[in-house]
């Protein structure tokens, strides 16, 4: 019935993505940080990009370090994405109480 999908850096950042919010809207911080914290640190393809910035700037939220958050609001920026509670509500959506 289901085909089982190859890996590769997309599917590890989708993964990734599924992982943390749901431990987060689960309540479990430190596996949705960790999760977070693997994506942000990803290297993957041109594809994987905004998950990684998402990443950052939400680490950066959390952590309340306003360089991470304007490092990350900046490269968003740079390529025309506005860093705002829409983008985390598309991506990380169990972090919609970050923003």
């Given amino acids: 019935m289901y085909r089982r999908l190859p890996d590769g850096p997309i599917l590890r950042i989708n993964v990734l993505l599924v992982r943390a919010s749901a431990a987060a809207l689960r309540g479990r911080r430190a596996e949705a940080r960790a999760a977070l ?41 740079s390529r025309g994405v506005a860093p705002n509670p829409r983008l985390v509500a598309v991506w990380l959506p169990g972090f919609n109480d970050v923003v």
Avoid: K
């Fill in 37 to 77: 914290e693997e994506l942000a640190r990803d290297d993957g393809p041109e594809e994987t990009w905004i998950a990684r910035q998402c990443a950052r700037w939400v680490l950066g939220l959390l952590d309340g370090d306003e360089a991470a958050v304007g490092a990350a609001a900046r490269e968003l920026s």
